[in-house]
T-cell receptor, first 112, second 115 residues
Framework: GENVEQHPSTLSVQEGDSAVIKCTYS??????FPWYKQELGKRPQLIID?????GEKKDQRIAVTLNKTAKHFSLHITETQPEDSAVYFC???????????FGAGTILRVKS | DVKVTQSSRYLVKRTGEKVFLECVQD?????MFWYRQDPGLGLRLIYF???????EKGDIPEGYSVSREKKERFSLILESASTNQTSMYLC??????????????FGPGTRLTVT
C-alpha cells in the first residue's frame, strides 16, 4: 500500500522567512496530493492540493510542487507570519480511490 | 458550508467499557472516515464507508468496528476500550459525485481517554 513520509517533523522560522516541507510517496499510481493545516485545538483544513498532471500550483503565499519521477512533493510558504504556526499534513491518494494516506505531520513555528 | 460534527469533544472511559463515537455530516457526502491522531504518527485511517451499510477497513482497524445505518451518520465503536486506544479521534467526509473532487472535511475531534 501507499506510504507517505514527511520531513521535517518540526520547523522553526523567523517571521518573514520562507518555510519548506517535503513529502515522499511510494505508490506511483497516486495522483492527488493535498496539504492540510491544523491549528492548535482545531480541525485539519485543506489549504492547497495538486494533481499529478500539474507540476506546480500557487495560492498567494502558498505553493506546492510535485516531482512525479522522484515521487515527492513539497509545500512552500513565503513571507511567513505568526498565524502560519500550525501542524501541516501532506497526503496522497490513488487514482479514483477514496482513501488518503497522510504523512506524520510537521509542526511549524513562526517566531516574531 | 460543510458541517461535520462529532458527539463529544472530550470523553473519559474505563478499560473494558464499550464506547460509541458518533459523527454527523450535513452535505449529503457518500464517503465518511474515522481517523485517530497521535503525536508523531499523523492521521491514521481506522475505517471508512463509501455508502450506507458499506464499510472498509483502514490501516488500523483492530479493536474497532463501525456502523453506517444512515447516510449522514457514521459511528465508531470500541467494543472493549483499552488504554492504548487513548487518542484524538477525527471524523471526515467527502463527496464522490465529482470525479477527482476528494476534499475531506473534518470534524472537531473527540479526545478519548481510557483509564
Amino acid at each position: 500500500g501507499e506510504n507517505v513520509e514527511q520531513h521535517p517533523s518540526t520547523l522553526s522560522v523567523q517571521e518573514g522567512d520562507s518555510a519548506v516541507i517535503k513529502c515522499t510517496y511510494s505508490d506511483s499510481a497516486s495522483n492527488y496530493f493535498p496539504w492540510y493545516k491544523q491549528e492548535l485545538g482545531k480541525r485539519p483544513q485543506l489549504i492547497i492540493d495538486i494533481r499529478s498532471n500539474v507540476g506546480e500550483k500557487k495560492d498567494q503565499r502558498i505553493a506546492v510542487t510535485l516531482n512525479k519521477t522522484a515521487k515527492h512533493f513539497s509545500l512552500h510558504i513565503t513571507e511567513t507570519q505568526p498565524e502560519d504556526s500550525a501542524v501541516y499534513f501532506c497526503a496522497a491518494r490513488r487514482e479514483y480511490g477514496n482513501k488518503l494516506v497522510f504523512g506524520a505531520g510537521t509542526i511549524l513555528r513562526v517566531k516574531s | 458550508d460543510v458541517k461535520v460534527t462529532q458527539s463529544s469533544r472530550y470523553l473519559v472511559k474505563r478499560t473494558g467499557e464499550k464506547v460509541f463515537l458518533e459523527c454527523v455530516q450535513d452535505m449529503d457526502h457518500e464517503n465518511m472516515f474515522w481517523y485517530r491522531q497521535d503525536p508523531g504518527l499523523g492521521l491514521r485511517l481506522i475505517y471508512f464507508s463509501y455508502d450506507v451499510k458499506m464499510k472498509e477497513k483502514g490501516d488500523i482497524p483492530e479493536g474497532y468496528s463501525v456502523s453506517r445505518e444512515k447516510k449522514e451518520r457514521f459511528s465508531l465503536i470500541l467494543e472493549s476500550a483499552s488504554t492504548n486506544q487513548t487518542s484524538m479521534y477525527l471524523c471526515a467526509s467527502s463527496s464522490r459525485r465529482y470525479r477527482g473532487l476528494v476534499r475531506q472535511y473534518f470534524g472537531p475531534g473527540t479526545r478519548l481517554t481510557v483509564t
